[in-house]
């Protein structure tokens, strides 16, 4: 399967944990986003790598939160002191051209 | 402020009929727009783009219509098929605007193809 993954598909954690959530995207693709979606909602950004460069975070994005993508391949979403608000899904998406994303499965994440 | 709006949470279609999909938009700065279904429990997946040059794109039972002036677009389905039942994202970006083609979501239309 060469298309976007993502790993856990699932997290349940306790309020005040820690969790961190991987993305490998289709290997050719530089472009890598994250965006998070909550029920009845379409996806709303948090952030963008070109290659291995974070060039862009929504303002969605608190302190708590923060994305690495070492060597520009997969990608990796931590998530510190987890609230309940959090809980969503988080989806990733990579691109070649820029307009065209593909998505991965997605991380649902529920905080307890 | 929502630039995009789909603004049926929800559409019934029959089996074999047109399902029309409406989105608006404010921001006159989108210059591509694009359509996503979604299954539960899945990613979006991508469907059909349309590029603010064109007014049409047609891909197999896919077309996407677009009305700049109106801003406004719409996604058509015919003939509708069970499979078509999902969940459908119309999305927008903007060269112009942002480089990194960040994409800017509806709220999202349930299709539901009636046998």
């Known amino acids: 399967d060469t298309g976007v993954s993502q790993d856990p598909r699932h997290k349940i954690t306790k309020r005040g944990q820690n969790v961190t959530f991987r993305c490998d995207p289709i290997?050719?693709?530089?472009?890598l986003y994250w965006y998070r979606q909550t029920l009845g909602q379409g996806p709303e950004f948090l952030t963008y790598?070109?290659?291995?460069?974070?060039?862009?975070k929504s303002r969605l994005l608190s302190d708590r939160f923060s994305a690495e993508r070492p060597k520009g391949s997969f990608s990796t979403l931590e998530i510190q002191r987890t609230e309940q608000g959090d809980s969503a899904m988080y989806l990733c998406?990579?691109?070649?051209?820029?307009?065209?994303?593909?998505f991965g499965p997605g991380t649902r994440l529920t905080v307890l | 402020d929502q630039q995009v709006k789909q603004n049926s949470p929800s559409l019934s279609v029959q089996e074999g009929r047109i399902s029309i999909l409406n989105c608006d938009y404010t921001n006159s700065m989108f210059d591509y727009f694009l359509w996503y279904k979604k299954y539960p429990a899945e990613g979006p997946t991508f469907l059909i783009s349309i590029s603010s040059i064109k007014d049409k794109n047609e891909d197999g039972r896919f077309t996407v219509f677009l009305n700049k002036s109106a801003k406004h677009l719409s996604l058509h389905i015919v003939p509708s098929q069970p499979g078509d039942s999902a969940v459908y994202f119309c999305a927008a970006s903007g060269r112009s605007m942002d480089s990194n083609y960040q994409l800017i979501w509806g709220a999202g239309t349930k299709l539901i193809i009636k046998p």
């Open positions: 998406a990579s691109s070649l051209r820029g307009n065209e994303q593909f």
């Open positions: 790598f070109q290659n291995e460069a974070q060039l862009e």
């Open positions: 290997s050719e693709h530089n472009r």
